[in-house]
C-alpha cells in the first residue's frame, strides 16, 4: 500500500495544494519494512524501501503491519480510524522532530489514509 502513496498523493490536486508548504522526509514502518517518504512542496517525490541511503529524515510513525492494514480499510474500526487513535491505544510511535508533523497534521494524516482508496475501489 505504502509503494502506492506517489500516485495516489500526487493525483489529488486538493492535497497536493494543502501541502504546497512543506518539503521534508519521513519514515512509514510497516512491520519490518522502513519506507522513506520525500515530500517536495506537497508532491511525494519518491518512497523508498529501507530509505534513501545518507537523506535524513524528519520524524518517523512506527506501527506493525496490522495495524496499518486495519487503518487502511475503507471504513477503519475504532482505534484504528486516525494515527493518532493508533498512538493513543500502543499501536503506533511517533517519533523525531514533530514540528514538521504538527505544523503539516492535516496533510501527513491524508497522505497516509490515501491508500484507504485503494481498498474503497477493490
Not at 521534508?24 to 524501501?49: C, H, K, P
Not at 545518507?54 to 480510524?81: D, T
Request: aromatic residues 10%; charged residues 30%.
Amino acid at each position: 500500500m505504502i509503494e502506492r502513496l506517489v500516485d495516489l498523493v500526487n493525483a489529488d490536486a486538493a492535497l497536493v495544494r494543502r501541502g504546497r508548504f512543506l518539503t521534508t522526509d519521513f519514515l512509514v514502518e510497516v512491520g519490518d519494512a522502513t519506507f522513506q517518504v520525500s515530500v517536495e512542496a506537497g508532491r511525494i517525490a519518491a518512497v523508498t524501501r529501507e530509505g534513501a541511503p545518507g537523506r535524513p529524515w524528519r520524524f518517523a510513525i512506527r506501527a506493525n503491519a496490522e495495524a496499518w492494514r486495519e487503518f487502511w480499510q475503507p471504513v477503519p474500526r475504532p482505534g484504528y480510524h486516525d494515527l493518532f487513535a493508533l498512538t493513543r491505544f500502543g499501536r503506533a510511535r511517533i517519533e523525531g522532530d514533530l514540528l514538521p508533523l504538527m505544523a503539516n497534521l492535516r496533510y501527513v494524516k491524508e497522505v497516509l489514509e490515501a491508500p484507504r482508496r485503494l481498498a474503497r475501489s477493490a
